[in-house]
């Protein structure tokens, strides 16, 4: 009686060692830049008149926020002087240091500004528009670029905003000076990954603290007055 001899095996194939397959905190690493939008360049940036438009919006707001905080100033001041009995309230409170009122106004403009951008990614007038303000990598706007670009509209909103219109044309996603030091776009919300967008209950909080940062600063301006 013979013995069959066994069937030759085909050739496997070489596996990949353990140092070849990329380790868990690697693949951590890349599902978090896989939430992004991808590479710097790929969001579009919103054009120079929308971007008006928005801060027209804003400057109604700081606005509002000035004249109510100047109302409640006064309404302080006035308790104040009942409180000790005098029958003139206001008669020990003069016009306001002019440059002292208007450094705090932009300084509370500012600050409306940034921590609007900071913490949700659009000021009131963005957010009514469509837009948001993201790191150029797609990530949501941090607090430090988002004043840096704020403090930046002091140089692209001179003359009234050509400095900062020549710099879009200059760069295909639209960034101003602002932008470009700060490393941010302004683009749609709806070209962001859902997941790099935040919501609305984050936006009210948001303008909650950057409404009174920015009457704060106002009312330290008027507080010059006071003899």
Not at 92 to 106: E, N, Q, S, T
Request: proline letters at 8%.
């Amino acid at each position: 009686m013979s013995i069959m001899p066994l069937p030759e095996l085909p050739p496997q194939p070489d596996l990949p060692s353990q140092s070849d397959l990329p380790s868990q905190s690697e693949g951590l690493h890349l599902s978090v830049l896989d939430a992004y939008s991808g590479q710097p360049g790929a969001l579009p940036g919103v054009s120079f008149w929308p971007r008006v438009a928005a801060r027209v919006i804003d400057l109604i707001v700081h606005y509002a926020i000035s004249i109510g905080s100047g109302i409640f100033f006064g309404v302080l001041v006035a308790v104040a002087a009942a409180l000790q009995h005098r029958p003139t309230p206001l008669a020990h409170y003069r016009k306001p240091d002019g440059i002292a009122l208007f450094v705090m106004a932009l300084l509370g403009s500012i600050a409306l500004e940034a921590i609007c951008e900071g913490f949700h990614g659009s000021t009131p007038g963005k957010f009514l528009l469509g837009m948001t303000v993201v790191q150029e990598d797609g990530s949501p706007c941090r607090l430090g670029p988002a004043f840096v670009r704020s403090l930046a509209y002091l140089v692209d909103g001179l003359f009234f905003g050509l400095i900062g219109y020549f710099s879009m044309q200059k760069t295909p996603q639209q960034q101003r000076h602002g932008d470009e030091w700060a490393h941010t776009i302004v683009c749609r919300r709806s070209a962001v990954p859902p997941q790099n967008l935040r919501g609305g209950g984050r936006f009210v909080l948001a303008f909650f603290l950057a409404a009174m940062a920015d009457s704060a600063l106002v009312i330290t301006g008027l507080l010059s007055g006071i003899a």
